[in-house]
């Protein structure tokens, strides 16, 4: 990884120190891994479930403490991935925009949010 | 943010740039951007549904492929949502660690995976 | 199961013989169900992702045909993962309600989708 | 709905009974069910994280009682939101199953995971 990187470096780090602290390894399969994103994935989207669009945009103090550490284990895990996969995430992230800007081109996706394969 | 976090402030900008230049940002509330979330990181989990965890260890270079793609997926999501909640993610991220710290002290939870509330 | 099952009893055995000719039964781990069936539902929440909440309820026919096949995926994976753990799905979901509404009392629950830790 | 479902339509009205109790109803957009589906499906999927298949396969008899509980709320969601949509699940499924059928012909299909468009 390059300089631009250096916070998700000290952080895949402390994440390996945790996990090898506690004999973790044995449960961190990519299968395994992929499992528990998913799963703090939906424990942030359940902080939303009942709510409308517009309270999303207005969230009390205690409810976007909430929120803020399910954004923490959603990053950790995908953090945590891509180290056991060697997969640089910030170069996947910016090559997935190109990619995306291929498959919405600004005249044809602009004020839509209809899928690239329905365009 | 800090100096630590330029490769995420760089991505969170072209993440701005994309969809302000498609006027996305009506369909971007946070309740949105959760659910879309939620959604990448089940495409995510969907490229191993059917492996091992063996298998997942040692993906083929074609699947490999695939997965950096919804790993880059999941990144995008949650960076826009973080930047419309106003959340540091690489802060709050080391802020859980300190906290699982807590919920699992290494004598007790060293090579166990069972969650700390039947520790 | 009982007679008020037969309609889930046949689609489980449906899903038995479809597994079966196709000699699947080594993916159907309940590891693996219980990750089809995530990936599934949230398949399922991607056609509505964008749509405001008025529009879910008001769906174009050819959406809410693709909806209906989501909620056959989930279904499917449901009844073929309770059949693998031999669970009676119906009582089950009736036994969850009766907890619920334990859960939630009707005079503290009323008109609050506040989750029942924080009622 | 015919004879066959008479479980599934007992279950549809004791959910809306429920709801109706607690004047839930504005909370239940499809946009919102969909959401509390795709949670729930994630919490049973979290019983499973850890294990490896062969330890889901022999569940002790406390995990079994927990993860009956979350293929519970798994149904319960969505009786609740095809009962919104006025879709017929078991139809549905049935459909699914001829729709499947076609996509992974047995003689191409079989003992192979591979999803049809990569037969």
Redesign the interface.
């Known amino acids: 990884m390059n ?6 470096v ?2 895949r780090d ?2 390996r120190q ?1 996990a090898d ?4 390894d ?2 961190h ?4 891994l ?24 207005r ?1 009390p103090p205690e409810e ?1 403490a909430r ?3 399910e ?6 895990y ?2 945590r ?2 180290d ?2 060697d ?1 640089d ?2 170069q ?6 190109q ?3 291929q498959k ?1 081109p ?1 005249d044809r ?3 839509s ?1 209809r899928k690239y394969s329905d365009l």
Not at 3 to 8: I, N, V
């Open positions: 300089a631009d990187d250096s916070g998700l000290r952080l402390a994440l945790f602290a506690r004999d973790w044995q449960f399969s990519p299968k395994n992929a499992s528990a994103l998913a799963v703090e994935a939906a424990e942030l989207l359940e902080r939303f479930q009942w709510l409308t669009e517009d309270q999303s945009r969230l976007l929120v803020r550490e954004l923490a284990d959603v990053l950790n995908l953090v991935l891509a056991k996969l997969v995430l910030l996947a992230a910016h090559d997935k925009i990619l995306n800007a919405y600004i996706a602009r004020g949010a």
